[in-house]
């Protein structure tokens, strides 16, 4: 099997020494699923460091991710901007830019995405990001409730669509959107991926209609078995298989008792603010079936399978990606490939000191992908799914 390492941009330097909030305004979190800082660091100068953004996406090509993701939130920097620069400084690391439905127009959208791929081709792929946070949408002038919201980007991503396919102009009649006679004279050459996540019924309905990759946050591995099957049974009345990607926090060293020590101190730095950080950016989690299932997860234990953590996602409310494997690299190697094992093509990892951990991860993707030749071609199908069973 085939896998895709996907890490993580950001346009600021932070650190975990030094554990100060940055003040609102100057670095925000992201929202649904990736923060763009450290939920410990400490962040320091302008929100914007080109020469920070180009070396952290230099180190994830040498380390041999193969795209990074560009998150988003109401206060981020310009992601489509971002997107481009890191394809530019870079020769072949793709880029997952993550889009939020219902602020630009899906045409005009659609030939963002198209240019950016012309330019640099087949290294672009678009994350859906429908919004799980109202207080977030609501900074941008969006008061639409999630149901809504859903209803939106699924017409959204219908338009997206016929606009990089379309070789004829074409009509579109939705519930949000009206489109004559729509055309663009730049379409990819090969289709641009569509990413998706979430955890409630609406996210499943309409990812499984349009997602080529679904994403979950880093759940034990029944829960995983669980989320595929029920991803298959959206996507298929659609003719569609879309393949799974897990987001995870790997914390590995060279031995098992050094990982716990770094483990135990990234957890202490995390108690020190992450309170501090939720009353500073009004950070509400509690809507997103997402956050409900990894704090479900924490009350059952604090490790679950061989080393999966759920305390940073019980500190921070599961503020997003915030379950980390703790271990040796050849253990949390292990660890990652028991996601593979489950149909898992896509792993979303990234550390707590982001330009450190980029370069450290090198040894966990190339034991990974080593393991992974090993995989029963029949682990990536249903059989696989079915053979663990929730506790």
Known sequence: MTIEFIGIAATQETSESGSATPAPGRAAPGRDGISTQSETGHASGPVVQPAYLRELARAHEESGFDRVLVAHSSASPDGFTVADQILTHTDRLGVLLAHRPG????????????TLDAFHPGRIALH???????????????????????????DFLDVVRKEWNSTQPFDHEGEFYRVRGGFSAVRPAAPIPVYFG?????????????????AFWGEPLAGIAERIREVRAAAQ????????????????AATEAEAWDRAREILRL????????????????????????????AAQ????????????ARTTGAAGNSTALVGSYEQVAESLLDYVSLGVSTLLIRGFSP????????T??????AGAKDVPHHAAGEAAAESVVPV
């Open 103 to 114: 602020f630009v127009s899906p045409t005009v959208a659609a030939r963002k995405f198209a």
């Open 301 to 312: 234990g604090e490790i679950h399978d061989k080393r999966l953590w759920t305390e940073i």
């Open 198 to 214: 979430g955890a409630s019924e609406d996210a499943v309905r309409v990812g499984g209609r349009h997602a080529d990759v679904y």
């Open 128 to 154: 859906g990001i429908t919004g799980g946070d109202d207080a977030d949408q609501a900074r941008d002038g969006d008061f639409s409730d999630k149901p809504t919201r859903y209803r939106r980007t699924d």
């Open 364 to 369: 966990l993707i190339d034991l990974v992908r």
């Open 270 to 297: 995390t108690k020190e603010r992450a309170g501090e950080a939720r009353a500073s950016f009004n950070l509400d989690h509690a809507e997103q079936r997402g956050s409900q299932r990894l704090l479900e997860y």
């Open 237 to 252: 009345p659609y003719g569609r298989d879309p393949r799974f990607s897990v987001s995870l926090r790997p914390i590995p």
């Open 355 to 362: 330009l450190a951990d980029a370069r450290d991860y090198r």
